[in-house]
């Protein structure tokens, strides 16, 4: 009887839709139309030119046609030039409005970008989400999207479901995946294309489905379209050419009654194979494309001539509608565990510099926001932020998640932009978080305890001297022979008190690779690319330098790699598990610059951290070598020799495992532009990049055995890099700049495995909220317990603050059982204690 109930529910659910769509009851197959147009902020240009030659008068013409036709719907990716359009034409801001609340200027996402989901911060993430909603509702505008539209994004986090749950969305869509055919992107016929082995081959090959529930790794699931056509297949709708986008098009205008019919004869012969459902969807929206004009009478013209032989009905509507009708089909699609990666390689690492500007930024205004709350705390305010500090904080977290755009974080634009906006961009919101800082008064925040060590850490001085020419280090966790005369290679690693070996001859070497890549892409990983390796440190002198202090025992080498200045630096603590490595320079024009390492591990998959969980992958994936997008975490384990080793970034980088147990990361890079054969360039890849600047890469390893470990991660990825972060101890020891762990004097959680990553004052609603994360506590109980302010009462709610359920608070505790790997929860406190005498 359920489920009769359930099926019943469903097809009342599908008729309802159908019915608001106008599709007739007998239709056998609906063909949707989802216009838009894919507005990157500031790729190829400053986001004021995208602005003042395209953005405007597309919005213009859309809001034109919005009024002309009532059935049209046209789609809104992100809310960036959305706000942009708002501030510059007043006069439309009451239409736009209403357009957008009568859900025809429909919202694919809350996102103020459609952002990278593989290199910003899962908090960078959810606030991207989270102001572009609030933005919303600060103008009268009141969708809340369901859906999160990642159109053009190269590749995502496989844990993007655990994301979206978080932020309460259940439908996604993304376009470029690993393996797929995309136009102008090789020199490749498309019969070679899905690549044999990855994501694309598995959904057209095996499943046969662009239509599927995507499980995260905690479980999470979404409802998520692939657009294995593009994000523009149907743009040429109305037109005969090659395409219609904004940098070259080649496309006359044809509204013939033959050749619309043709085109969605075309578009459903593509689409059909691969749909479980009776509908199929059809994208309309290159990159900064002008409407169709008329779009909705086009296919009213084909319904009237064409839907009575065909059966095949043809409907403008947002990719929503479509996916809501899916729904009620979802019965017929595979639950998958997807990751859609490698697409590319080349962007985890291109310009760091740049990069690093986008994670101090985030990291700065996290610091800002605590500081300003334990300010409020400490002179007995109220427990929120002052008006105009709220203010200027908005505004630079406005710059902060527009950087996690697929073409900004990614350092995919070319130097003009590059130099023009986003640096300055950064630059200017940097120093509103620094001035929030320094006109805080100070407040006396109780120093939080380190970190429980996973292993016992014994005091004492690092043991050091030279044997047969090399630098002999033993401490109680490892020792090691550093060979000075070979550019400060590691020679040999082991175990002191059972001899095992730990590392092989040749490991921390710097290797230099001619690299025809750029930008996206490596030059391996396309026809008549190249990525070769040219030279090594070892094979130049390098001035060695050793120093104690304070415990420490730091170890540098001087040098040059291709022409250009090196310093490598290694830091060792006696009582420390970790050995921590810095790389400082600048990679040469044309080359990537890895440190490598011959681990001797034998391994059948790599388990690494990504936006939203952790997640297992195998050594190769299509390229070899796979380079592999990496948070701050990697595990590598060994069952057969009981021997474990994990390597912690302190910044999201790119690693790669070969068979044998080579291990390499990308250290420094400054691949120019994709080339083939050294001058050909790739279309799909116009921008060309160099790096300016200087980086400092640091790393670490930790050798552990397997049993610690069993195959997966067990110490949260927070902790490790906390552990990586604070050892060596001591001042002076060029310890990475880890932001300061204010969240443990606002709010504390019982449980090591649940970490704190952000306090602020809520956005919606009163309070505060603050963010958990775990790895290994899914479904746990965990109370959450809030310093010198008692509790008075509790929420569960999402990262876009809607609250979902109450919680208990028992003893000045929240109490809650982790919903995923992230869960926002609202605190309201109450006044402070009074003081007595």
Known sequence: MPQETDDARLQEAEAHLRHKL?????????????????????????????YDRFVRANLDTAIAELLREPRRVYSIECIFFLRLYWDRQPEQCETVRSLVNEGRLRLTSSG?????????????????????????????????????????????????????????????????????????????????????????????????????????????????????????????????????????????????????????????????????????????????????????ALLDRYNQRRYPDTGLWAVNAGLDDYLALVETHRDRLPVLSLDPNPYWTGFYTARPALKERCYELVDRLLEAEQRALLAGLAAAESPSLPGSTAAELEKAWWTAVSANHHDFITGTSPDRVVEEEQIPWLERARATADAVLDGLTPAQVPQPKPPAAPRSRPQGRVRWGYTEGRLRIETTHYALEIDGQAGGYIARAWQPATGQELLGPGSNELISYRDSGGLWRMGHEFLGGRFKEVARASQYSARLEVEERDGVLEVSFQGKLDGQPLQRTYWFHNGSPFIRFRVEGRAAPGRTVTARFETGLSVEHLVMDQPGGVVRRPPLKIYDPTFWPLQHVLYLCDQARDQGLLLGLRRPGAVCYRPGGRLELVALRNAT??????????????????????????????????????????????????????????????????????????????????????????????????????????????????????????????ARERDLEPLDVRRGAALLTMPGTIASIRLLLGPAPAVEG
């Open 112 to 296: 103020v970008t459609t952002a990278d989901t593989l290199l910003p911060s899962a908090e960078a993430i959810l606030r991207d989400l989270l102001l572009g909603q609030e933005w919303l509702r600060a103008q009268g505008m009141t969708p809340e999207p369901r859906l999160a539209y990642f159109t053009d994004s190269f590749g995502c986090s496989p844990a993007l479901p655990s994301l979206l749950q978080a932020a309460g969305f259940d439908r996604t869509s993304i376009t470029r995946i690993d393996g797929m055919y995309f136009p102008a992107c090789d020199y490749e016929p498309a019969g070679r294309f899905p690549r044999a082995g990855s994501s694309a081959d598995r959904l057209l090959n095996q499943e046969r489905t662009l239509d599927f529930v995507w499980s995260g790794p905690d479980g999470a699931e979404v409802l998520c379209h692939w657009n294995a056509f593009t994000y523009f297949q149907g743009d040429l709708l109305a037109y005969r050419g090659l395409n219609r986008v904004y940098l070259l098009p080649i496309a006359v205008s044809d509204r013939s009654e033959r050749n619309v019919a043709r085109r969605i004869r075309q578009f459903a012969r593509q689409l059909r194979p691969y749909s479980r459902t009776p509908y199929l969807f059809c994208p309309i929206g290159v990159d900064f494309v002008a409407p169709t004009p008329d779009l909705v």
């Open 673 to 798: 532009r994709e080339r083939i054969l050294g001058f050909i360039p790739l279309m799909a890849n116009p921008a060309t990049g160099h790096e300016r600047d200087g980086y400092a890469f640091d790393y670490g390893l930790w050798f552990t055995p397997a049993a610690e470990w069993s195959g997966t991660i067990h110490l949260s990825a927070a902790e490790m890099v906390r552990c990586l972060q604070e050892a060596p101890d001591g001042p002076g020891t060029g310890g990475w700049a880890a932001p300061p762990r204010l969240s443990d004097a606002l709010v504390i959680t019982d449980r090591s495995d649940v970490w704190v990553t952000s306090v602020k004052p809520a956005h919606r609603g009163e309070g505060w909220i603050v963010r958990l994360q775990t790895v290994t506590a899914v479904g746990a109980p965990v109370s959450l317990i809030a310093r010198r302010r008692p509790l008075e009462a509790a929420a569960l709610c999402d």
């Open 22 to 50: 106008g599709i007739p009851d007998d239709a056998r197959q609906v063909i949707l139309f989802a216009e838009s147009s894919h507005w990157d902020p500031n790729w190829l240009y400053t986001s004021e030119e995208y």
